[in-house]
């Protein structure tokens, strides 16, 4: 739902901007979508003044112009036919974005000659379709912005679009009024009075209206009025900039009329030409095959028990829906015949469905439309189409009544403070209430006829609290009654539970041990390490399975309290062979992104070290500890020992890891929504360096030592090449790396990065003895 905020001031009286009118509408559950605010857009313009233009000497169709603007006289080539000497310009200087031509204006040479801006056209900037020339304004202040000049010539143009998502159980906000109605319950403003007061009718219609009886479930009020002697054509500015800023296009005053009311107070309406159709209206069931040539120009075959209009000679309207090309109206138009009513939300939703029409009209009555609203919808169009097209208008023709339905709801007014915890006295409740349209009466609510949703105390509390604001409802526990068991799963359970989920949604399958240890195992795990109670038996496990033909493995295995930790194992490829490649074997970087998955999902930090020194069954060159430092390792992973392999009869390649949910770090505060995205507001710089060092370095012990030398500078270092030998000789290898320096306060300069470029150097040497490679 869109609506621009100068027609939302004709309901609602108030002097709030639009950024606080914004805020206040999604606290009270119409949530913003967003705000298309074209002063922004257009603030950066300026108005300026052409004090001479001549000739361009190298170019026939262009000129010369000197033009005064806020900062000086600036030299600006312009190519329109209308630059001349005197005239009132509008004016982008370098720096500027012009959207019209998705470009921001440079200080530039054109034929060999400066220009220094640009002068526009309604086009270039978006206002407009014209480009045979520049703007000439009437007058205008040098220096003064566009948009405050176009806020005071042409409002429209600078109005903000505001656009809102409409809940459900709130069709009067698909109304600008019931919005209106809302801010007004909040404080933000007065809502103005809106009378629908009855025009005379002055003869009586010679067009009738009729429901068939086993319609009146469907369609209960049909009413309308013959106007005779209008003059119908385009829509006066106001109206036409209305529609245009919500999205439609201005058609004829007729049809415009009806769809001005559609969004203003949520009451669809429908023009007929009366010269069209011959006899009375009558409303009816389809009895199935009957056809209509809609306004959408396509041809609808009705179904049994669809809701039409009919005249005379067939169906002239789907009820609710949309109306027949056939006695639609045109510039032509004398008499027309002007149709308010109101049709079931279910029937309405069936046919439109069936048919596959998407109207405005059909999206209203499906979500509710006022069922009282269809008298006042009439006297409400009667007048503007008399005010502007002229016409005499006849006496109201009515078949039905408008349903009543709204529920009597006997309502508490502490039950507010009992749900919610806002502490609203009495007075204030039924003020906001009666603020909203409802009638209240002692301890009993009526809801308006428009808010078909509200049934129970509950939905009153509810309207009560978003209107107070619902930010200031507090999140509570449930009291917790006597013999009602807390929380089964402790936090430590809690991780391991997640840390399942993880492995079994990175493709692993797990294991369940039964039995007791094989006796071989203390000989290949000569240890009590936590990391050596679950691996045998994975290794055994996946023995088994691969004397059965299963090449490819990937299992886990949880140990029997939640202490005992977590390990996994890959066997094999890494993927299956298929036409996009051929398979890969595992290796010790798969482990190593398997274990730094599940310990991310249970919340280890993200900074963590590399370490060495597991126990004997892993890769000595090919295995690594996460750890917070020597004394705290959170896991383990690496290739399992060829030793292992070949003694329990595997072929590899194999790798594994091993976990301890204890050993990660309660976090301080638990948060339950996602961090904010934290973008770089300055450029990021990235700088590669390339480093020999002895064969038994390791790549970590370069990343760590190169992370460190500016820990609040550099975000990210990345290993992207390595080799040994040749050229370096033997037992030297290089390592290279890329560093990411993401600065925080202002951009880097030349001299800045040189000097981190030198600490990175420094330190590394420092730590690993690697010098640059030339």
Same mark, same amino acid.
């Given at each position: 739902m869109k609506f621009p905020l100068s027609w939302l001031k004709h309901h609602l009286e108030t002097t709030a901007p639009v950024e606080e009118i914004a805020a206040a509408l999604t606290d009270t559950g119409l949530v913003v979508q967003g705000i298309d605010d074209p002063s922004d857009m257009l603030s950066t313009f300026t108005i300026g003044k052409v004090v001479a233009a001549e000739k361009h000497p190298d170019a026939d169709k262009l000129k010369v112009c000197r033009v005064e603007t806020d900062t000086g006289e600036s030299q600006i080539i312009c190519g329109a036919p209308n630059a001349r000497a005197g005239i009132t310009v509008v004016v982008a200087k370098p720096g500027t974005y012009v959207p019209g031509i998705d470009t921001t204006i440079q200080v530039g040479k054109i034929r060999g000659v400066e220009s220094h801006g640009m002068m526009c056209s309604m086009r270039e900037m978006q206002l407009g379709e014209d480009h045979d020339g520049i703007i000439e304004l009437s007058s205008g202040e040098v220096g003064r912005t566009f948009a405050d000049w176009l806020g005071e010539h042409d409002p429209a143009k600078v109005d903000p679009v505001v656009e809102i998502s409409v809940p459900a159980d709130r069709p009067d906000a698909l109304g600008i009024r019931g919005i209106a109605r809302d801010l007004a319950a909040r404080g933000l403003g007065t809502l103005r009075p809106k009378e629908a007061a009855p025009v005379p009718g002055q003869f009586d219609s010679p067009v009738a209206v009729a429901i068939d009886a086993d319609t009146a479930d469907a369609c209960p009020v049909f009413c309308g009025r013959l106007i005779r002697g209008v003059q119908n054509g385009p829509s006066p500015k106001w109206l036409r900039d209305a529609l245009k800023a919500i999205g439609l296009r201005p058609i004829s005053f007729l049809v415009d009329v009806t769809n001005f009311f559609t969004h203003d107070i949520n009451r669809p309406l429908h023009v007929f030409d009366a010269g069209k159709f011959s006899g009375s209206l009558r409303v009816h069931r389809a009895a199935g095959g009957e056809t209509l040539a809609a306004l959408d120009e396509r041809t609808y075959t009705l179904a049994p028990g669809m809701v039409a209009i009919s005249d005379g000679s067939g169906p002239v309207s789907l009820g609710g829906i949309m109306g027949g090309e056939g006695t639609g109206v045109t510039e032509g138009t004398v008499d027309v015949f002007l149709e308010a009513a109101w049709f079931d939300p279910a029937t309405t939703e069936a046919t439109a469905g069936a048919l596959g029409i998407a109207s405005d009209?059909?999206?209203?009555?499906?979500?509710?439309?006022?069922?009282?609203?269809?008298?006042?919808?009439?006297?409400?169009?009667?007048?503007?189409?008399?005010?502007?097209?002229?016409?005499?208008?006849?006496?109201?023709?009515?078949?039905?009544?408008?349903?009543?339905?709204?529920?009597?709801?006997?309502?508490?007014?502490?039950?507010?403070?009992?749900?919610?915890?806002?502490?609203?006295?009495?007075?204030?409740?039924?003020?906001?209430?009666?603020?909203?349209?409802?009638?209240?009466?002692?301890?009993?609510?009526?809801?308006?006829?428009?808010?078909?949703?509200?049934?129970?105390?509950?939905?009153?509390?509810?309207?009560?609290?978003?209107?107070?604001?619902?930010?200031?409802?507090?999140?509570?526990?449930?009291?917790?009654?006597?013999?009602?068991?807390?929380?089964?799963?402790?936090?430590?359970?809690?991780?391991?539970?997640?840390?399942?989920?993880?492995?079994?949604?990175?493709?692993?399958?797990?294991?369940?041990?039964?039995?007791?240890?094989?006796?071989?195992?203390?000989?290949?795990?000569?240890?009590? $390490?936590?990391?050596? *109670?679950? /691996?045998?038996?994975?290794?055994?496990? @996946?023995? &088994?399975?691969?004397? =059965? +033909? !299963?090449?490819?493995?990937?299992?886990?295995?949880?140990?029997?309290?939640?202490?005992?930790?977590?390990?996994?194992?890959?066997?094999?490829?890494?993927?299956?062979?298929?036409?996009?490649?051929?398979?890969?074997?595992?290796?010790?970087?798969?482990?190593? $992104?398997?274990?730094? *998955?599940? /310990?991310?999902?249970?919340?280890?930090? @993200?900074? &963590?070290?590399?370490? =060495? +020194? !597991?126990?004997?069954?892993?890769?000595?060159?090919?295995?690594?500890?996460?750890?917070?430092?020597?004394?705290?390792?959170?896991?383990?992973?690496?290739?399992?020992?060829?030793?292992?392999?070949?003694?329990?009869?595997?072929?590899?390649?194999?790798?594994?890891?091993?976990?301890?949910?204890?050993?990660?770090?309660?976090?301080?505060?638990?948060?339950?929504?996602?961090?904010?995205?934290?973008?770089?507001?300055?450029?990021?710089?990235?700088?590669?360096?390339?480093?020999?060092?002895?064969?038994?370095?390791?790549?970590?012990?370069?990343?760590?030592?190169?992370?460190?030398?500016?820990?609040?500078?550099?975000?990210?270092?990345?290993?992207?090449?390595?080799?040994?030998?040749?050229?370096?000789?033997?037992?030297?290898?290089?390592?290279?790396?890329?560093?990411?320096?993401?600065?925080?306060?202002?951009?880097?300069?030349?001299?800045?990065?040189?000097?981190?470029?030198?600490?990175?150097?420094?330190?590394?040497?420092?730590?690993?003895?690697?010098?640059?490679?030339?």
């Open positions: 009209a059909a999206h209203r009555f499906i979500h509710g439309v006022d069922p009282a609203s269809a008298r006042d919808g009439i006297e409400l169009a009667t007048r503007m189409i008399v005010d502007h097209a002229g016409g005499m208008p006849s006496h109201v023709v009515e078949a039905g009544a408008a349903p009543d339905s709204a529920p009597e709801i006997a309502f508490d007014f502490g039950l507010c403070d009992e749900l919610t915890g806002l502490e609203i006295a009495e007075e204030a409740q039924r003020k906001t209430l009666a603020a909203l349209g409802f009638r209240v009466e002692g301890a009993t609510v009526h809801p308006p006829s428009w808010r078909p949703g509200p049934v129970a105390p509950a939905d009153l509390v509810h309207e009560i609290a978003r209107i107070a604001s619902l930010g200031g409802v507090e999140s509570a526990p449930l009291p917790r009654p006597a013999g009602v068991p807390g929380p089964a799963l402790s936090p430590l359970r809690r991780r391991t539970r997640i840390a399942r989920r993880t492995a079994a949604a990175l493709g692993y399958d797990e294991c369940l041990f039964a039995g007791d240890a094989h006796a071989d195992d203390a000989t290949l795990f000569p240890t009590e $390490a936590g990391d050596a *109670a679950l /691996l045998p038996g994975l290794l055994r496990a @996946a023995a &088994a399975n691969q004397t =059965r +033909g !299963a090449a490819n493995l990937a299992l886990f295995a949880l140990g029997d309290t939640p202490a005992a930790g977590m390990s996994g194992l890959r066997l094999g490829a890494s993927t299956g062979r298929d036409v996009h490649g051929s398979a890969r074997p595992v290796d010790v970087f798969d482990a190593k $992104a398997d274990l730094e *998955a599940v /310990l991310a999902a249970i919340g280890a930090p @993200a900074r &963590a070290q590399i370490l =060495r +020194g !597991a126990g004997p069954w892993w890769h000595p060159g090919r295995h690594g500890m996460i750890g917070l430092g020597p004394k705290k390792i959170l896991g383990v992973f690496g290739d399992i020992h060829p030793r292992v392999l070949q003694a329990l009869g595997l072929t590899g390649p194999a790798v594994a890891f091993t976990l301890w949910p204890a050993e990660v770090p309660q976090p301080k505060r638990v948060r339950t929504e996602r961090p904010p995205l934290d973008l770089p507001a300055h450029p990021v710089v990235e700088r590669d360096f390339a480093f020999v060092v002895d064969a038994g370095v390791a790549a970590q012990d370069l990343v760590n030592a190169a992370a460190g030398a500016d820990k609040a500078l550099i975000e990210s270092v990345q290993v992207f090449d390595a080799f040994e030998g040749g050229p370096l000789g033997e037992g030297r290898k290089s390592i290279a790396v890329s560093v990411r320096l993401r600065p925080r306060d202002a951009a880097l300069s030349e001299v800045q990065i040189e000097a981190a470029a030198a600490r990175i150097v420094e330190k590394v040497q420092k730590a690993t003895g690697g010098q640059l490679r030339g």
